[in-house]
């Protein structure tokens, strides 16, 4: 599989969502490859969706969804998990893909 570009992100979020489903996400750490395949996807689409970190505007935290595509968004939920998130779409229009 190739690695896939930032145009493949700046596409409508729910396009990104479905197409990353079967897509393999590799870290290299410690010299050591990590890999899995990417099962289940939830897109989180502009300052309208209530379920969005953006909803409520632009923060510290959730800045990056305002950014360009194709970028990591990574927040840590209840103290010990950490969320990867990818952005989608263009910049200043807050839209992400939780994996």
Do not use: C, W
């Not at 190739?2 to 197409?19: D, G, H, S, W, Y």
């Not at 099962?39 to 300052?47: I, K, L, M, N, R």
């Not at 909803?55 to 800045?63: A, E, I, M, Y």
């Not at 779409?89 to 839209?95: G, I």
Request: aromatic share 10%.
């Amino acid at each position: 599989m190739p690695i896939l570009t930032q145009n493949f992100f700046t596409r409508p979020t729910l396009t990104v969502a479905r197409e990353l489903l079967g897509q393999h996400l590799v870290r290299d750490l410690d010299g050591q490859r990590l890999s899995g395949i990417i099962v289940e996807t939830e897109a989180y689409v502009g300052p309208d969706d209530t379920a969005s970190h953006a909803s409520k505007g632009r923060t510290p935290r959730n800045g990056v969804m305002f950014g360009v595509a194709g970028i990591a968004y990574v927040y840590l939920i209840y103290g010990m998990y950490s969320m990867l998130n990818v952005t989608t779409e263009q910049p200043d229009f807050p839209a992400a893909i939780l994996i």
